[in-house]
């Protein structure tokens, strides 16, 4: 057997003695790593138990339940909220109300018309009379803004009143069928002259808050070019209809049409597609950028198509409703 602590000159005693020394601070080590493992766990079972004794799972647990809690109020009012929307779309959401004396006995506006429509111009417009014999009621539907059965004076100004959605403030709104008819009368001579013929279409009685004025002028210098720059024998049709938020006017003309080039610069001021004709049929060149200024400030639109040789069509989109 080889001697190794004669062949490397050590005494076995130093040997025994290191590895005792070893062994000892190993065994400190391993004691100070389990206190400090026992410390660790005491202290995260104090952490996850929590100072009231919940624990974090519990409290994670609970939150969740929270969150999915809140999750299903929110599309229960989500819904609710989507149900009041579809419910409103068939409420009363515009009244119009006129008072009057029906049969000139009462001393006093006693009786009155009153008209409820939806946003789509739907419902019902009572008519509500007085005498010193008693109270008549009678109730007309309304259907498109229009009623089927003849309306009386007062009728007819409630249901202009709710269908500009102004209650008693019928002043702003204006009879744009009216105001239309009124036009191609006053330039129906001068469409006479070329035998040129003027139509309009109606869909619906239309009743918008609009500067009477300023879109007489605008409606005009396009029904006007239209007669002006037409054929012999051609046409002019205007056409109005509506819905629940806009009006729409469309002046369409079997005239000579504008080039591809110009379409772009027609509202321009002082622009003109054709000099030397312009000069033999009069004009400044304003009319269309005044047409364009006036609509604008209604917060419309229009828009033009048109042909060489074919026609040309003008679209108009304006709101019933004045936005400031």
Known sequence: MIDFYGLFSVDAAYVFTGMAAVTLISLIIAIISICKTSSMKKKYKEFMG????????????????????????????????????????????????VKYDAFH???????????????????????????????????????????????????????DEAVAGRTGDA????????????????LNPIASVKHVELVLESFRPVVAEIDEVKLSLAFSNLIENGIKYNVENGY??????????????????S??????????????????????????????????AITRSAIVMHRGAIKVKSEEHKGTTFSVRIPLTYIA
């Open 171 to 186: 002043i702003l709104g204006k009879k744009v069928n009216e105001m239309l008819e009124n036009i191609l009368k006053r």
């Open 50 to 97: 929590g100072s009231d004794g919940t624990s974090i799972e519990e409290l994670i647990k609970g939150n969740l339940e929270d969150v999915n809690q809140i999750k299903k109020l929110s599309i229960e009012n989500e819904n609710n909220i989507k149900d009041i929307y579809e419910k409103m779309e068939y409420t009363f959401q515009k009244i119009g109300v």
């Open 105 to 159: 006995e009462m001393g006093g506006k006693l009786s009155f018309a009153l008209c409820m429509l939806d946003k789509l111009n739907n419902g019902y417009l009572v008519n509500v009379m007085h005498s010193n014999n008693g109270c008549f009621a009678y109730v007309k539907e309304i259907v498109d803004g229009q009623s089927y059965i003849e309306l009386g004076e007062e009728e007819q100004k409630a249901l």
């Open 236 to 253: 002019v049709h205007v056409k109005l209809d509506a819905d629940h938020k806009y009006f729409f006017v469309t002046v369409t003309d």
């Open 255 to 288: 005239g000579i049409g504008i080039p591809e080039e110009s379409i772009d610069k027609i509202f321009e001021r002082f622009y003109r597609v054709d000099k030397s004709h312009s000069r033999e049929i009069g004009g400044t060149g304003l009319g269309l």
